[in-house]
């Protein structure tokens, strides 16, 4: 194997690492604390977690500084590692924007990893699917900084384009998480007629057309891919696992203690509406949820009030249905099952 001093995969990346500004940071503290030892924490999520390696490397070279990294799982800005944070003069996460959050200090920096890969050709193969005159755009954090490109392509085309804002946990016009889709149904966005998402994978769009109940047409910068979504196989799925989980007597709701994603009190009105109903429920607390975790528990289904993609991503996995929120609240009879919506955390909905 090459040693890493030779390898030269972060400028190779699709994205944008900030390397020099993380230099800069990391000198601008070393000035203030002569002669001490400069403590630096990295955090990547998965996807980023391969370039980890060649980071801590640069940084030990170019600022002596010692380099700790996270290798836990990272789920996103809301999934910040507070025992590295604490051991940390500086700590530096890769790959989301930064959330509105409690508790987390001035040690931490975000470092977006913008993609560099160009949108352009990716917008105009959309335009063919998009059929309505007001195009609403929504992306993640990697493609923000090119919106305005798209929008001037989709307006040379003779269309209305809106970039809505989301609430205070969205740093930028357009931009949804996958706990977070207010820029797809905030007030600004009632005037598009469908959304072009631009980005890779389905779950933030299914969580935009869920929440905002409009067509979206999906383009992949990276893969050239072009579709209209269809939420179809999405919710057949979740209409078994809520089906598996109407005659539950027995519920475990789930609290995760990460600083982004602490919801005691959702949990609590759970606990009370499930009582209320006749069933037995208990709150457990943890930090990562796994569905390993969940099989000394004996419940016969549980609610998710961790991060939401748990109760989706891993859903085969566990040994009992997991629910989101809403649609505990279908099988409690509260919520019709056209009113479901994908769980989101909004402006404040954490504890």
Known sequence: MEPL????????????????????????LSKTKAGEEIVVGLQFPEGLKKHALEIAYQIEEKTGATVY????????????????????????????????????????????AR?????SEAVKNALPLLTEQTIGLLTTVQH?????????????????????????????????LGC????????????CGEFLYIGSGQFHPIGAALSSKKRVVC???????????????????RSAVIGNASDAQVFCILVSVKNGQ?????????????????????ILFMDFVSPDQMLS?????????????????????????????????IVLGERAWKDLVLDEILEGGQD
């Open 5 to 28: 001093k030779t390898i030269s995969s972060i400028s190779a990346s699709s994205y944008d690492f900030e390397i020099s500004a993380v230099f800069d940071e990391i000198k601008k």
């Open 69 to 112: 990294i996270s290798a836990d799982p990272c789920f996103g800005a809301c999934d910040l590692d507070m025992r590295l944070l604490e051991k940390s003069d500086l700590f530096f996460h890769f790959g989301h924007a930064e959330l509105k959050q409690k508790n987390i200090g001035d040690k931490v920096r975000f470092i977006e």
């Open 115 to 119: 993609s560099k890969a160009d949108i």
């Open 144 to 176: 923000v900084h090119q919106m305005n490109t798209a929008k001037k392509i989709l307006e040379e085309v003779g269309k209305t384009v809106i970039i809505a804002n989301g609430d205070e946990r969205i740093a930028y016009p357009g931009q949804i």
């Open 180 to 191: 977070n889709f207010s820029a797809a149904h905030s007030k600004e966005a009632e005037d």
């Open 219 to 237: 383009t992949d910068p990276f893969t050239s891919e072009v579709f209209e979504l269809s939420d179809r196989k999405f919710l057949m799925q």
């Open 262 to 282: 602490y919801r005691k009190s959702l949990a609590e009105q759970i606990k009370e509406k499930a009582e209320a109903n006749g069933k037995q429920a208990f």
């Open 297 to 329: 528990f004996k419940a016969d289904a549980f609610v998710n009030t961790a991060c939401p993609r748990l109760a989706i991503d891993d859903s085969g996995r566990y040994p009992a249905p997991v629910l989101t929120p809403q649609e505990f609240e």
